[in-house]
Every structure is written in C-alpha cells, then in structure tokens.
C-alpha cells in the first residue's frame, strides 16, 4: 500500500427501521483534525481524477453506488513512489481510505446507479487559493488505464 494511505473498514448496523454506519469518529486513529466535511456524486461509468494537494489529506468514503478509487504516488523520496493503489468502495464494501498529501488520486463511478462520495478534509477549502492541483484523467502523466478490465 502507498506510504501514508490508511483505511478503515466501516461497520453497517441494520434493524428494523434502516441502517446506520459510523464513518469518522474524533477517537479513531484516522481522526486528523476537522477541517469540513462534503458529498460529491458521480454518475455511472464518469471518471473524476486526477488531482492532489499539497496541504490537505482527505479521508474518503462512498455511501451510494461504488466507486473504483485510484491512488498514484508521484512523491520524491517516498518508498512507495510511482506505486499505484486500488480500492472499490461503496455500498458492497463500506471503507474509508484516507490519501495523504501529496499522493494523486480519483475515482470511477463503476456501479449501474449514481455514487454519492463523502469526503472529510483535514483543512477548509479556500476559495480564493484552492489547495488543488489537477492532472488530465486520461493524460501520460499517470500510467493509469480507466478501461474496465474484464480478464
């Protein structure tokens, strides 16, 4: 696994009336600090990537749908550097994958029906200078093929 990258398996407690899942809690060793928290949605087979930041580490997880998550470390000097990590998240494996600063990440929407990705940054998001630095999903950049592989 990419140097830094933590995951926690979330637990799903159904009764009756529904289901509830902790995501984050303040006590996990995953808690960093609050910065904000906000859902972004993907529709089915879109690819939203790539992008890292330089200050802030995001703690990700899919509620709706599944997700492929793609992690690439471009880092000098990390023991990980130029590895590559895959998750699938969403409803059929609630995870929670926090991606360290610095590592390049994004995702596929790979179910039949919309994705909703909850995402808890560390920092707030500055408006007037975004801690964000994007990369073309499909570019040379990363050697990542979106393409669904059926082998």
């Known amino acids: 696994m990419i140097q830094g990258v933590r995951t926690k398996v979330l637990k799903v407690i159904p009764d009756e009336r529904g289901r509830l899942m902790e995501i984050l809690?303040?006590?996990?060793?995953?808690?960093?600090?609050?910065?904000?928290?906000?859902?972004t949605t993907t529709y089915p087979q879109v690819v939203k990537a790539w992008h890292y930041h330089k200050v802030q580490t995001d703690t990700i997880c899919a509620v709706q749908?599944?997700?492929?998550?793609?992690?690439?470390d471009p880092r000098e000097g990390s023991l990980t550097q130029g590895e590559i990590n895959e998750f699938f998240i969403g409803v059929h494996n609630p995870l929670l994958v926090q991606v360290p600063r610095g590592v390049c990440h994004g995702w596929k929407c790979t179910s039949e029906e919309e994705a909703i990705i909850i995402n808890i940054p560390n920092e707030v998001y500055v408006y007037k200078e975004p801690d964000e630095y994007r990369l073309p999903p499909h570019g040379k950049d990363i050697p990542y093929d979106w393409s669904r592989k059926d082998g």
């Not at 809690?25 to 859902?39: A, E, H, N, P």
């Not at 749908?65 to 690439?72: H, N, P």
């Open 25 to 39: 809690r303040s006590d996990d060793d995953l808690f960093l600090k609050f910065g904000q928290v906000y859902i």
């Open 65 to 72: 749908g599944m997700i492929k998550l793609v992690l690439y």
